[in-house]
C-alpha cells in the first residue's frame, strides 16, 4: 500500500521535473537563431514556412501573392511564438492585433514595414438559424447608423489607436425583447479579450451597443476560431464578433453583416538582434504578468472550478448510470445488452473531442443546455462505460460457488449480488476506478471546444494576453498534478475503508463490544 507521503512526494517530484523541463526547453527554444528575413519577397520561396490562422482570408492571399511557400496554420498568438523560437519564417496576419502582441510584451519578432497587397474585411459573422425577427436588416442597420453618426469612428480610435481599454457602460434595455447570444473569442487585442477575468474590446462594446439597438440582453459565449463557425452555422449563437474576416468558405456556411472596416496584412518574422538573455527577469517578469497583473489568478481559479465541477458531476452521474447499465446487462438481459453494446462501441470509437462535438453542435444543436452541462453530458457516458466496464472485470473474479452457496442458503439474486459479491468487486475495482477518474481530469482539457472555459482554456486565454508559454502552461499543468494528486489521496483512503486486510486492528473492531 503506498503512503500519502510517498504519494506527496510524487506529486512534488512530477512539478519539479516539469519546470525544470519546460523552463529549460523554453529557454533553448527561445534562444536559437535563424536567418534574417528583410522583404516579402524572400518569403516566396519553396524552403520558407510561413504560418497563418486556419480559416482566414489570408490563406487565400498568401496564395496567391507568394504561392512558393509552405503555409502552417497556427492560432495567432502560438504563431507569433512560433515564429519567435524560428520554427517557422513567418507569420501572416491583421497588422493591428501583431502590433498590439509587441506592444504589450512580445518579443524575440517584428513586423515588415511592407504589408501583403490585399487586405481583409472585418463583419459581423449571422447565424442561419437566429430566432430573433429580421436580424440580418437589424443589424446592417444597426452597422449604418453608428457609422453615420461617427460612433464605430469613435469605438475604433479608442480601442485601437488610444489604447483605452475602459470598457464604456452601455445601458441595458430595462424590459428586453429579446435575448441575444454573441459568439466570441477573447484572444485578439484590442477586439476580444480578456482584461482580468472580464471580456472587454471593440467587439465586446460593439455586442452591447448593437443589443441595446435591438432591445435585447445579451450573453456571450467563448470558443476557439476552429468552433465559432460551425456554432454560428447549427444557431447555438445568433452571431460572430470576434474580428471575423470575411472569406469565400466561411460565407458558404453563414451570411455576414456589410463591412464594418478593412484590415492591412503584414507579415511577421523573427528578430534576430533582439532576444531575451536575463533568466531572473524573464522569471519574474512572467510570473508578474501571469499571475499578478490584472488579477489573472482569479481567471485560474475561474478556471480551475469549472474542471472540478465537470469532473465531479461526470463522476457521480457517469458512477450511477455505469452501476445502473451494469445490473441492467449482468444476467443476459439481451435487449439491455444490445443497447449497450451499440452506444458502448459508437462512444468508445471516437475521441472525446468528437464526442463532445457532435453533442453540442449536432444533438444539442438546438437546446439551451449550456456547453457545461453538455461537457458533464459527455464525460456520463465515457465514464459510465469505463465502470461497467470495472464491474463486470471484477464480477468474474469471482467464484462462481459464492453464488451457488448463497442461493442455497436462500438468498435472491439481488441479495447475493449486493451482501455478498458487490463488497467483493469494489476492492478489486477501486484501483482502475481511481485510474479512471485521472484520466477523466485529463480529457476535459478538450471542452474549450465547445466554449467552455476550462482550466486549459485559460491557459490559452491568459498566454493571449501576456504573449509569454511557460508560465501559463506551466501552471496548468501543475494544477492538474494538483487534482490528480487530490483524488488518488481520497481514493486511497476509500480503499483502506472498503478493504478489511488493509485496516488496522482498533478500525477493524470499530462496532464491537469487547469482553474481559
Not at 400 to 406: C, R
Not at 426 to 448: C, D, F, R
Not at 454 to 473: C, H, M, Q, S, W
Request: charged share 20%; proline share 4%.
Amino acid at each position: 500500500m503506498v503512503s500519502s507521503k510517498s504519494i506527496y512526494k510524487k506529486i512534488i517530484v512530477g512539478v519539479i521535473i516539469t519546470l525544470i523541463l519546460a523552463f529549460a526547453v523554453g529557454i533553448y527554444s527561445y534562444a536559437s537563431k535563424g536567418e534574417e528575413i528583410t522583404s516579402r519577397q524572400q518569403l516566396n520561396n519553396p524552403d520558407i514556412t510561413i504560418g497563418t490562422g486556419d480559416g482566414s482570408a489570408a490563406v487565400n492571399v498568401i496564395k496567391r501573392e507568394l504561392p512558393d511557400a509552405n503555409i502552417a496554420y497556427f492560432e495567432a498568438v502560438q504563431g507569433y511564438q512560433t515564429v519567435a523560437q524560428g520554427k517557422i519564417d513567418a507569420y501572416i496576419f491583421e497588422r493591428i492585433p501583431m502590433e498590439k502582441a509587441i506592444d504589450h510584451g512580445l518579443e524575440g519578432v517584428r513586423i515588415l514595414d511592407e504589408n501583403m497587397e490585399e487586405q481583409l474585411n472585418i463583419a459581423v459573422g449571422i447565424s442561419p438559424n437566429c430566432k430573433i425577427p429580421d436580424f440580418e436588416n437589424e443589424l446592417n442597420s444597426f452597422i449604418k447608423s453608428i457609422k453615420e453618426d461617427g460612433t464605430l469612428d469613435d469605438m475604433y480610435n479608442r480601442w485601437v489607436n488610444e489604447e483605452n481599454e475602459n470598457m464604456p457602460f452601455v445601458e441595458p434595455p430595462s424590459n428586453p425583447k429579446y435575448h441575444l447570444v454573441i459568439g466570441t473569442t477573447g484572444v485578439v487585442q484590442p477586439y476580444s479579450y480578456y482584461k482580468g477575468n472580464e471580456l472587454c474590446g471593440l467587439d465586446i462594446e460593439l455586442g452591447y451597443r448593437f443589443a441595446k439597438y435591438l432591445d435585447a440582453d445579451v450573453t456571450y459565449k467563448v470558443y476557439d476560431y476552429s468552433g465559432i463557425i460551425p456554432a454560428c452555422a447549427t444557431g447555438n449563437i445568433d452571431c460572430i464578433m470576434a474580428n471575423l474576416n470575411i472569406t469565400p468558405e466561411r460565407a458558404q456556411s453563414i451570411p455576414f453583416s456589410d463591412v464594418l472596416f478593412t484590415q492591412p496584412i503584414a507579415i511577421m518574422v523573427k528578430d534576430t538582434t533582439n532576444a531575451k538573455t536575463g533568466i531572473t527577469d524573464y522569471i519574474a517578469d512572467g510570473f508578474y504578468k501571469t499571475f499578478i497583473r490584472e488579477s489573472r489568478w482569479k481567471l485560474l481559479v475561474q478556471g480551475l472550478l469549472t474542471t472540478v465541477l465537470i469532473t465531479l458531476f461526470s463522476v457521480i452521474f457517469g458512477t450511477v448510470l455505469g452501476f445502473v447499465t451494469y445490473l441492467l446487462c449482468k444476467d443476459g438481459n439481451k435487449i439491455a445488452n444490445g443497447i449497450y453494446k451499440v452506444f458502448s462501441t459508437l462512444i468508445q470509437g471516437m475521441p472525446v473531442v468528437v464526442l463532445l462535438m457532435i453533442l453540442y453542435y449536432v444533438v444539442f444543436g438546438n437546446s439551451s443546455f449550456s456547453a457545461t452541462i453538455v461537457s458533464i453530458v459527455g464525460f456520463t457516458l465515457v465514464f459510465a462505460i469505463g465502470v461497467h466496464g470495472l464491474l463486470v472485470t471484477g464480477s468474474k473474479s469471482i467464484d462462481i460457488g459464492q453464488y451457488e452457496a448463497a442461493y442455497a442458503l436462500g438468498h435472491s439474486r439481488v441479495s447475493t449480488f449486493f451482501t455478498i459479491i458487490l463488497p467483493q468487486i469494489i476492492p478489486l475495482m477501486i484501483e482502475s476506478y481511481m485510474g479512471e477518474i485521472i484520466a477523466l481530469i485529463k480529457a476535459t482539457a478538450v471542452v474549450g471546444y465547445i466554449a467552455v472555459v476550462d482550466l486549459t482554456k485559460v491557459g490559452d486565454i491568459i498566454r493571449n494576453r501576456t504573449y509569454e508559454a511557460f508560465f501559463p502552461l506551466i501552471a496548468a499543468a501543475v494544477l492538474y498534478f494538483v487534482l490528480e494528486g487530490i483524488v488518488i489521496l481520497i481514493i486511497r483512503r476509500v480503499k483502506i475503508r472498503v478493504t478489511p486486510k488493509l485496516r488496522k486492528k482498533r478500525h477493524l473492531l470499530e462496532g464491537v463490544k469487547l469482553h474481559d
